[in-house]
């Protein structure tokens, strides 16, 4: 495995580029690259997908959010059903059933904090409408 560096806050450019496509739904990857495009490393995991034969829409389908610690590990949001975290080896190390939603952080002692959402019923203009 390659060793996995976060770019310095003083760099013009970062040296790798961590993403998520849509496209590998059901089974979700992310990928960290350089600069020119190569691939330096891989994780796949499909912990928690809805099913294919339910035909989820398209926001609800694979991560919608995916962050890496220090020590290499990738923590992915499945939209509205769990925070995995996997090993760099793509092991599934734990996961959080919650309504995780499009992001989450580290704070300064490496605890995840993630946003989560819950619909709650608010009147516009004496009509009820349901938000997230």
């Known amino acids: 495995?390659?060793?996995?560096?976060?770019?310095?806050?003083?760099?013009?450019?970062?040296s790798a580029f961590l993403f998520s496509?849509?496209?590998?739904?059901p089974?979700?990857?992310?990928?960290?690259?350089?600069?020119?495009?190569?691939?330096?490393?891989t994780w796949?995991?499909?912990?928690?997908?809805a099913r294919p034969e339910d035909n989820p829409?398209?926001?609800l389908r694979g991560w919608n959010h995916v962050a890496v610690d220090a020590n290499g590990s990738l923590f992915a949001?499945?939209?509205?059903?769990?925070?995995?975290?996997?090993?760099?080896?793509?092991?599934?190390?734990?996961s959080c059933e919650i309504a995780a939603h499009h992001d989450l952080a580290f704070d300064e002692?490496?605890?995840?904090?993630?946003?989560?959402e819950a619909p709650r019923l608010v009147a516009v203009g004496g009509q009820p409408h349901v938000i997230l």
């Open 77 to 94: 949001v499945v939209p509205l059903q769990a925070l995995l975290k996997l090993t760099p080896g793509s092991e599934l190390e734990w």
């Open 27 to 41: 089974t979700p990857a992310a990928f960290v690259i350089n600069d020119a495009g190569a691939v330096l490393h």
């Open 57 to 59: 829409p398209n926001n």
């Open 44 to 49: 796949s995991h499909a912990a928690h997908q």
């Open 1 to 14: 495995m390659t060793q996995l560096q976060r770019p310095r806050p003083s760099e013009a450019r970062p």
């Open 21 to 25: 496509p849509a496209s590998r739904y």
């Open 109 to 116: 002692s490496g605890a995840v904090l993630a946003l989560t």
